[in-house]
């Protein structure tokens, strides 16, 4: 089912595999993405041919500076026939959820996200509300404009499983998409291969996928290393710590195996660390990499042998 998923996408969405292969690692391990590259790239094909694929419910919300808390979340409305207040559904009502240019809205209208990416629901005056299963946020930013923006606080990053970057196509990857665009080619098109149900299986077998206590303490090592490492500011959260643990579950069962190995660590860890750390002003004066820095965080952790 994963293979049928993961190809169908590449068909799509051409020349960025490893990139289709975090995003479904993130939905496989019940994570949310953040899409952080310069327009035109494909940030919003991604997020709808995934929908489409996988057969699920898909709704987009484009954040501006006026966007309210109440879009995303929903509001009471006061029905003048029955004399009641009801819950009309805010945007985080669907199972896959676009949140376009998330930067350009404000701090409190940001914050009305976390809930819903935290524990699964919003609460709208007092009353808590379930939301779809599943339910995956995949929010966009532009990393060059910063004119009318707010960024993301450590608070937030912090929610998502992982930053990715799409960057521009190879040439032939390019013509490809030209030439699927010139065929007028609409995302009703796509024929879904799984539905909302074979997800939910799907996250249900790789919670059973092997992780052992070696693995584990490898894992905190690395996530302890980054604590120490003077580059950096402060190190990850645990948050983090578990999300690399999930995340190479996910690797794993991507890979057909069921039990996770050090390279499935290795492999996941860059992209769900590096939005969590901030370098310190004397790093960044010797033009420290954050990346860089992780890479060889990872040699230093020593490798279990088992």
């Excluded at 521009?168 to 995302?187: D, G, V």
Aim: proline share 5%; with cysteine.
């Amino acid at each position: 089912m994963i293979k049928k998923l993961r190809n169908q996408i590449n068909e799509y969405f051409v020349g960025k595999e490893e990139v289709v292969d975090n995003l479904l690692i993130c939905l496989l391990s019940g994570g949310h993405v953040l899409l952080e590259d310069v327009p035109g790239v494909g940030k919003t094909t991604l997020a709808r041919v995934l929908s489409a694929s996988a057969g699920a419910d898909f709704g987009r919300i484009q954040f501006t500076p006026d966007t309210l808390p109440g879009d995303v979340t929903g509001m009471s409305v006061y029905n003048m026939k029955t004399g009641d207040f009801e819950y009309r559904q805010g945007a985080v009502m669907h199972n896959f959820l676009l949140a376009d240019e998330i930067n350009r809205t404000s701090p409190k209208t940001q914050s009305s996200l976390l809930e819903a990416m935290a524990e699964g629901q919003v609460t709208v005056d007092g009353r808590e509300y379930r939301l779809l299963d599943p339910f995956m946020v995949i929010a966009t930013q532009n990393p060059i404009e910063y004119l009318g923006t707010y960024p993301l606080p450590e608070a937030q990053l912090d929610r998502f499983m992982m930053k990715l970057s799409i960057g521009y196509p190879q040439k032939e990857s390019e013509i490809a998409l030209t030439r699927n665009a010139l065929c007028s080619k609409s995302f009703d098109d796509i024929p879904p291969v799984c539905s909302a149900s074979d997800i939910i299986s799907m996250k249900q077998e790789v919670e059973k996928i092997h992780l052992s206590d070696k693995l584990l303490e490898y894992i905190q090592e690395i996530s302890t290393l980054t604590r120490k490492e003077e580059s950096f500011v402060t190190g990850v959260s645990p948050r983090a710590t578990i999300y690399l643990a999930k995340a190479a579950r996910a690797k794993a069962y991507m890979d057909e195996r069921d039990f996770v190995k050090p390279d499935d660590v290795k492999a996941v860890c860059v992209n769900t660390f590096h939005h969590r750390l901030v370098l310190t002003p004397q790093a960044r004066i010797k033009n420290g990499n954050t990346d860089s820095i992780i890479k060889a965080l990872i040699l230093k952790a020593r490798i279990p042998m088992e």
